[in-house]
Nanobody, 118 residues
Framework: QVQLVESGGGLVQPGGSLRLSCAAS????????MSWYRQTPGKERELVAA????????NYADSVKGRFTISRDNAKNTVYLQMNSLKAEDTAVYYC???????????WGKGTLVTVSS
């Protein structure tokens, strides 16, 4: 069955770094756009970063540009989110998403909590 399993979350001080990983299984990973979203209580889930299946083009939320980097390893069926210069406002549950257009398919992971606090 399809699985997206996030890992790498935790507690980090402001200015610190974390690398999130999302291990995928049960579908053809290389054919899917892979994204990271985040959500805080009372707010909608928001896109953080995305990487296309072909060409590897990327898209970032303005709030993380220059600090976060998304990457993927199709051989390992894994997508990463390198997060540097973390701020308190980056605190959220981070979710991994896989999607494709034809046919339309969307898969979500269960999330990993990132807490930025001193």
């Amino acid at each position: 069955q399809v699985q997206l399993v996030e890992s790498g979350g935790g507690l980090v001080q402001p200015g610190g770094s974390l690398r999130l990983s999302c291990a995928a299984s049960g579908f053809t990973f290389s054919r899917y756009t892979m994204s990271w979203y985040r959500q805080t209580p009372g707010k909608e889930r928001e896109l953080v970063a995305a990487m296309s299946s072909v060409g590897g083009s990327t898209n970032y939320a303005d709030s993380v540009k220059g600090r976060f980097t998304i990457s993927r390893d199709n051989a390992k069926n894994t997508v990463y989110l390198q997060m540097n210069s973390l701020k308190a406002e980056d605190t959220a549950v981070y979710y991994c998403k896989a999607d494709r257009s034809y046919p339309a398919m969307v898969y979500w992971g269960k999330g990993t909590l990132v807490t930025v606090s001193s």
